[in-house]
């Protein structure tokens, strides 16, 4: 799905890949209050609260799950709370190859977590 990256390389990828699906059925809820909206309120309330309830959890768990094996920053959370939108994302998920707080090496035939 990501192809090699340091959360690949870190053994990390399962947390990304359990946010995302978290997140898609967060989508659903959203999708699924907004076809049932008309014929129930509450219905509609409840897939609403499923849908803010799901976003958040995924949020959450992508920002805190992922951390660095050395130093165990929250190194998403860490992004993307300091570059730039144009670049956080592609670097947080893709293109790191060190952690930003303690300069490790994701990608050194060493590794070992
Ligand atoms: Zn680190």
């Known amino acids: 799905m990501l192809g090699k990256t340091w959360l690949s390389s870190t053994g990390q990828d399962w947390k990304l890949r359990l946010g995302l699906v978290v997140f898609g059925v967060s989508a ?4 699924t209050a907004v ?15 499923v849908f803010a309830l ?6 959450v768990w992508i920002n805190v799950a ?5 130093c165990g920053a929250r190194i998403i959370w860490l992004i993307l ?8 994302l592609y670097s947080a998920f893709h293109s790191l190859t060190s952690c930003p707080m303690c300069k490790r ?5 060493s590794y070992s977590p």
């Open 66 to 70: 992922i951390r660095c094996p050395f």
């Open 35 to 49: 076809a049932i909206g008309e014929r129930s309120d509450v219905g509609f309330g409840l897939g609403m609260f």
């Open 81 to 88: 709370r300091t570059r730039s939108h144009h670049d956080s």
């Open 105 to 109: 090496g994701f990608e050194k035939p």
């Open 54 to 59: 799901l976003f958040m959890v995924a949020f």
């Open 28 to 31: 659903a809820s959203l999708v």
